[in-house]
């Protein structure tokens, strides 16, 4: 089905996430007019098929739309159609959504990897704008990636370029959940980050109560808010966590740096609420790590503009064509 949608029209976007399916309307300009939200069921399949439909009627009912952009966590077709595995999300995988959901509303659809639709909210509207090439990392209990290159969002010959969150660091690392070892994601992702926390308070008793002082005092009440206010009162633990993040995120950037010479490298999810008590150290890390350097312009870092909505807004943009 054609997508050669008007540029007055409006579009919807879907965000699957692993906890919920966030949908939305979009305008041409990447406005949120409305919204509608499930939860995701544990035994996702059917069930959650069920869920996105119902948050797209529930938006239909009120808005006129042109097409429909699904960003889902996982493997997506290069034809934008299946999504071929979700890894955080149960009974997902070879799902041919595209062709489901088209035959339900007989609206164009578009189905791509959140990643690389936030990356394009980033590119179209927000922090991405006018860098060429451009890349982006999402930084929330795993990492992803995206590319846009000569205002093209680079995707690969079979859907998959752009995962950066896999580039192998460490020989017989940590076993991460694509199903390599040492990962990139595994030691710069939120989840390091809670790791690196936790092996400090593990070390530092009285150090370590004092960082969970900012939560509920339990060790069940860390979360990464928590982290980003004890860092921000100075705390040693949650300073020296963001820094060792921070550290291997710049290294990476800096071998990433040398493959793609981006302009300006931009950082989202949850890690960037810490501003730059996290991107200062990941600019150091990658000055400290970069091959030839002094030797040419090392790309600018930048924290995300959108937040949670980025996936949603960005897929409801892709779906124009």
Same mark, same amino acid.
């Given at each position: 089905?054609?997508?050669?949608?008007?540029?007055?029209?409006? *579009?919807?976007?879907?965000?699957?996430?692993?906890?919920?399916?966030? !949908?939305?309307?979009?305008?041409?300009?990447?406005?949120?007019?409305?919204? #509608?939200?499930?939860?995701?069921?544990?035994?996702?399949? =059917?069930?959650? $098929?069920?869920?996105?439909?119902?948050?797209?009627?529930?938006?239909?009912?009120?808005?006129?739309?042109?097409?429909?952009?699904?960003? @889902?966590?996982?493997?997506?077709?290069? =034809?934008?159609?299946?999504?071929?595995?979700?890894?955080?999300?149960?009974?997902?995988?070879?799902?041919?959504?595209?062709?489901?959901?088209?035959?339900?509303?007989?609206?164009?659809?578009?189905?791509?990897?959140?990643?690389?639709?936030?990356?394009?909210?980033?590119?179209?509207?927000?922090?991405?704008?006018?860098?060429?090439?451009? +890349?982006?990392?999402?930084?929330?209990? !795993?990492?992803?990636?995206?590319?846009?290159?000569?205002?093209?969002? $680079?995707?690969?010959?079979?859907?998959?370029? /752009?995962?950066?969150?896999? +580039?192998?660091?460490?020989?017989?690392?940590?076993? @991460? !959940?694509?199903?390599?070892?040492?990962?990139?994601?595994? $030691?710069?992702?939120?989840?390091?980050?809670?790791?690196?926390?936790?092996?400090?308070?593990?070390?530092? /008793?009285?150090?370590?109560?004092?960082?969970?002082?900012?939560?509920?005092?339990?060790?069940?009440?860390?979360?990464?808010?928590?982290?980003?206010?004890?860092?921000?009162?100075?705390?040693?633990?949650?300073?020296? #966590?963001?820094?060792? @993040? #921070?550290?291997?995120?710049?290294?990476?950037?800096?071998? $990433? *740096?040398?493959?793609?010479?981006?302009?300006?490298?931009?950082?989202? !999810?949850?890690?960037?609420?810490?501003?730059?008590?996290?991107?200062?150290?990941?600019?150091?890390?990658?000055?400290?790590? +970069?091959?030839?350097?002094?030797?040419?312009?090392?790309?600018?870092?930048?924290?995300?503009?959108?937040?949670?909505?980025?996936?949603?807004?960005?897929?409801?943009?892709?779906?124009?064509?």
């Amino acid at each position: 089905m054609s997508n050669q949608i008007p540029n007055s029209a409006l *579009t919807i976007g879907i965000d699957i996430g692993g906890t919920k399916v966030l !949908g939305g309307v979009v305008d041409s300009l990447g406005q949120i007019l409305s919204t #509608a939200r499930r939860d995701t069921p544990k035994s996702g399949g =059917d069930e959650l $098929y069920l869920q996105i439909s119902e948050v797209i009627s529930e938006l239909l009912n009120n808005h006129k739309v042109a097409g429909i952009g699904v960003s @889902c966590a996982g493997i997506i077709s290069s =034809d934008r159609r299946t999504v071929i595995s979700a890894p955080n999300i149960s009974n997902w995988k070879a799902v041919s959504l595209g062709d489901r959901l088209e035959k339900e509303f007989s609206l164009p659809i578009v189905i791509e990897n959140d990643a690389n639709a936030a990356m394009w909210a980033e590119y179209k509207f927000g922090a991405a704008k006018d860098f060429n090439p451009v +890349m982006f990392f999402i930084i929330g209990t !795993g990492m992803g990636g995206g590319f846009v290159v000569d205002g093209k969002l $680079y995707r690969g010959a079979f859907g998959i370029g /752009a995962e950066f969150g896999h +580039m192998k660091i460490q020989s017989g690392g940590i076993l @991460c !959940g694509c199903g390599a070892k040492g990962c990139i994601e595994q $030691y710069a992702s939120g989840s390091a980050l809670m790791r690196y926390a936790k092996e400090g308070i593990a070390v530092d /008793a009285n150090t370590g109560q004092d960082l969970l002082n900012f939560g509920d005092g339990t060790l069940n009440g860390l979360t990464g808010t928590v982290l980003t206010k004890a860092a921000q009162a100075n705390n040693k633990i949650a300073i020296s #966590a963001f820094n060792t @993040c #921070a550290d291997w995120l710049g290294s990476a950037i800096a071998s $990433y *740096t040398l493959l793609l010479d981006p302009e300006a490298i931009i950082i989202g !999810g949850g890690v960037v609420d810490a501003g730059e008590l996290f991107l200062r150290p990941v600019r150091e890390a990658m000055a400290k790590y +970069m091959p030839f350097a002094d030797t040419h312009p090392s790309p600018k870092i930048i924290a995300a503009k959108f937040g949670n909505n980025a996936g949603l807004v960005g897929a409801a943009v892709l779906v124009r064509g």
